[in-house]
């Protein structure tokens, strides 16, 4: 019991430790780290999304196995990665020397929030397809998720 409760102090400290960590992350640190999930969602939807549009031939096991991996990296909360004063790199970074990220994430969180959350459950969704097994529903489901990636990069993503 003691333990348990130990633990539970150890977590919690953890979760608040991590919580300011993003905060204080430097812009071109947290630029860094979302743009890098984005590229891991990227790597393991591509497959997913080329399947579903019959561009190339249905694999269940590696539609599966790309579907959960992206369930696993959106899990990361990539938005913790949009600490204000992040909409532009500092002068003289080496890595991330741009950023995409559109002012309206920071003046419209509700928004952004939004887009968030469709995301999650279009993630839930494919997750659910997947367990189901049915060709259809996965495709079906992976539709959606593509569409929430589009809706969130046409407000909040800047044109290269
Ligand atoms: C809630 C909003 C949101 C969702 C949902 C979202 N993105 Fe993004 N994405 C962004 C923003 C904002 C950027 C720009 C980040 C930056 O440059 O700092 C971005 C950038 C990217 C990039 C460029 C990364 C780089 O190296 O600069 C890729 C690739 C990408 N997203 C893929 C995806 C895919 C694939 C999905 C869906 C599976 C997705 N995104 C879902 C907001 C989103």
Redesign the pocket.
């Known amino acids: 019991m003691k333990s348990f409760v130990k633990y539970g102090i150890a977590l919690g400290l953890m979760a608040s430790a991590t919580g300011i960590a993003y905060a204080q992350m430097k812009p071109e640190a947290?630029?860094r780290a979302?743009?890098?999930i984005?590229?891991v969602?990227?790597l393991?939807?591509?497959p997913v999304?080329g399947m579903a549009q019959g561009k190339i031939a249905f694999n269940k096991d590696v539609f599966a196995t790309n579907a959960l991996r992206?369930e696993s990296v959106?899990a990361m909360n990539?938005?913790a990665f949009?600490p204000a004063g992040?909409d532009k790199p500092v002068a003289g970074s080496k890595i991330?020397e741009?950023?995409?990220?559109?002012p309206e994430?920071w003046s419209q969180p509700d928004k952004?929030k939004q887009?968030?959350d469709?995301?999650t459950e279009?993630?839930g969704k494919l997750a659910a397809a997947v367990k189901s097994g049915d060709e259809g529903a996965m495709k079906a489901a992976a539709g959606g998720?593509?569409k929430?990636?589009?809706?969130?990069?046409d407000?909040?993503?800047?044109k290269p």
């Open positions: 947290a630029i979302r743009q890098s984005m590229r969602m990227s393991n939807f591509g999304a992206l959106w990539v938005a949009f992040s991330a741009f950023t995409r990220a559109k994430i952004f887009a968030q469709t995301m279009a993630v998720v593509g929430a990636c589009k809706g969130c990069h407000d909040f993503q800047a």
